[in-house]
């Protein structure tokens, strides 16, 4: 089914949410303040304006009402992103996911109603930060303050071994849930299923039961 998405401020972040929404192809409203940014998304969004978000009026014209989901991609003008919240919440719309720059301006657009608060270049500066202390984990997603899913690579120590062999629930506590091997992907891996030096394991638990299960890997 086909929604409808706006996108609010087309910097750096917004503007990767809307080419990637409209390479879906979904419906797209792109809405700026700023002329230059509007025409580089002409031919990408299926409708770009000018306007100012923080204006209820305007917003309403531009039928966001209809809307499915908006997602507010102001970056440094907090003020603006915290205006524009509000509008949109006023107006009714259920689906708002907003980019905080900080903390205080998390807590403040929860405080509003926004329905979704992403902190990209925090996740981003966490994911980072997990793949610089740790050679083996390639990728991480925090799940809550003390889950996360990471991905790495089998290595030599697994390779050649059947989960079953492993036992890494028993061993790690943790539990592998899926294997990728070149271009494919095993969803519900068996336990015979046995493991290549060069797959990527994606493993779900408790941080330090993960810590220590990527330890062991070589
Ligand atoms: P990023 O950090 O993701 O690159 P920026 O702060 O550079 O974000 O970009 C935010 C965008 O939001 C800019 O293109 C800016 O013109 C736009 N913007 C700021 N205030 C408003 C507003 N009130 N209404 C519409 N767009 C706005």
């Known amino acids: 089914m086909k929604r409808d998405y706006a996108v609010i401020g087309l910097g750096r972040f917004g503007g990767s949410i809307c080419k990637e929404l409209s390479a879906e192809g979904r419906q797209v409203l792109a809405i ?4 230059d940014r509007i025409n580089e998304f002409k031919n990408i969004a299926s409708h770009a304006v000018i306007a100012d978000s923080t204006d209820e009026a305007t917003l309403k014209e531009l039928g966001i009402k209809n809307i499915d989901h908006v997602i507010v991609a102001i970056g440094d003008n907090i003020q603006a992103s915290i205006l524009t919240t509000v509008v949109l919440t006023d107006l009714g719309l259920s ?3 907003v980019k905080a720059q900080n903390d205080y301006h998390e807590k403040i657009l929860k405080r509003i109603g926004a329905d979704q608060v992403v902190h990209p ?3 981003m500066g966490k994911r980072i930060a997990h793949n610089i202390i740790s050679n083996n984990i390639l990728d991480y997603l925090e799940l809550s303050d003390d889950h996360s899913i990471v991905e790495v690579k089998a290595g030599r120590k697994m390779g050649g071994n059947s989960l079953a062999k492993l036992d890494i629930r028993a061993n790690y506590g943790c539990n ?5 091997r070149e271009k494919d992907i095993n969803v519900s891996p068996a336990a015979e299923e046995v493991l290549n030096e060069e797959d990527i394991l994606i493993v779900i638990g408790a941080d330090k039961d993960i810590s220590r299960f ?3 890997l070589v």
């Open 32 to 35: 700026d303040l700023d002329e």
């Open 121 to 123: 270049e925090r996740d």
């Open 176 to 180: 592998i849930v899926a294997i990728k």
């Open 95 to 97: 689906k708002i996911t």
């Open 214 to 216: 990527e330890k062991h």
